[in-house]
C-alpha cells in the first residue's frame, strides 16, 4: 500500500484488554498494529469463506492476535478485539 497509514482507533472492549495487558504485550500489540495500519491488507482475512467480509482483518504473532476493521472510506482502523493466550 501506498500513502499515508490508517489512524488506529480502539472499541472500548479492546482498549480495556489492551490496558490490562503486560508491557511487553502492549508494545508488540502496537507493532501489529503499526504494520496494519501502513498495509491493512497485508494481513489475513478474518473468515475468507465471507465475500462480504473482506475488510475484516487479524494480525497475530505467537499467542497474540488482533481483530480489525479496515474503514477504507476513512482510512482507519476499528480494533475490535485484542487476545492474548498468555
Given amino acids: 500500500m501506498s500513502g499515508q497509514p490508517y489512524a488506529v482507533r480502539l472499541s472500548v472492549p479492546a482498549g480495556k484488554v489492551l490496558a490490562g495487558l503486560p508491557e511487553h504485550v502492549e508494545e508488540t500489540v502496537w507493532d501489529l498494529l503499526g504494520a496494519a495500519a501502513a498495509d491493512p491488507w497485508g494481513f489475513g482475512q478474518w473468515d475468507a ?10 494480525a497475530s504473532t505467537g499467542r497474540l492476535s488482533v481483530v480489525y476493521f479496515a474503514n477504507r ?14
Fill in 73 to 86: 472510506a476513512l482510512l482507519h482502523l476499528s480494533v475490535l478485539a485484542i487476545v492474548w493466550l498468555g
Fill in 49 to 58: 469463506g465471507d465475500t462480504e467480509g473482506e475488510d475484516v482483518r487479524f
